[in-house]
């Protein structure tokens, strides 16, 4: 089992389905050569949120995306899970002792939580619109009746109110009418794999950025949800290595707004 990707040959891109830790499988697609880069997607997405990035990325890196528990191509949890114990999976299924971490909202806080339990296995951070697990949101009329459509299992209201709340710059933008494919295809399965992921045992990360030892980038769109701004300013302030950047015209769906502005970042700041 290699664990230097560097000795890869020059392969296209190959998909497996690896086993999850409690059970079931994750759809996990490996592409390109070089330093080990993992991308992280967000609740109520799946791993096509990369597929505008991972050509050029995959020319100056190992990349590997993954469909998170019971979403996309991954099956449904039955039981509970963790998305951090989900991830030390994929990289020790192929040999990985470190790696890039890439997340996206759900998919940041995870590498977060993940480079806080194991910082000896993170080269770096991208953290993309992200979360913070511990982080109290502020209450608000579209946020409640976002919470509400989740826990009342109401599918198709959970996915207008994502696209209202999180697509905002709407279909006609760049990405558009993917984005609108993954939230309508993946609003029922998140509400059963939110159900099972396990987020209240010792996930934390909001007092303890300071002990983020990786050098990290955080970036957000100026039309994504204003509190991810506040996150942002508060990330980069409390991190030790880290630097921020604003991506005008984008919003929560970063990459595939704003593909080769974010891709430009990323071969910059990736090791």
Known sequence: MTTNSRERSDVPPREVRIPAPDGGRLWVERNGTGSPVVLLHGAGMDSRLWNAIVPELARHHDVIRYD????????????????????????????????????????????????????????????????????????????????????????????????????????????GELIETMVASNAEQRVVSEEHCVLSMGRDAEPHLADIAAPTLVVHGEHDHPEIAVIAERLVADIPRACGETISDADHYLPLRTPERLTKLLLSHLP
Do not use: C
């Open 68 to 175: 998170a528990r019971g979403l996309g191509r991954s099956t449904r949890p039955d039981k509970p899970f963790s998305d951090v114990e989900d991830l030390r999976a994929v990289l020790n299924h192929f040999g990985l002792r470190r790696a890039a971490l890439v997340g996206l909202s759900m998919g940041g806080e995870t590498a977060l939580d993940f480079a806080l339990a194991h910082p000896e296995r993170v080269t770096a951070l991208a953290l993309i619109g992200a979360s913070v697990s511990g982080h109290v949101w502020p209450q608000s009329p579209e946020l409640s009746a976002y919470a509400t459509a989740r826990r009342e299992r109401a599918t198709a209201t959970l996915a207008e109110l994502e696209l209202a709340i999180w697509a905002a710059m709407g279909r006609t933008a760049p990405g």
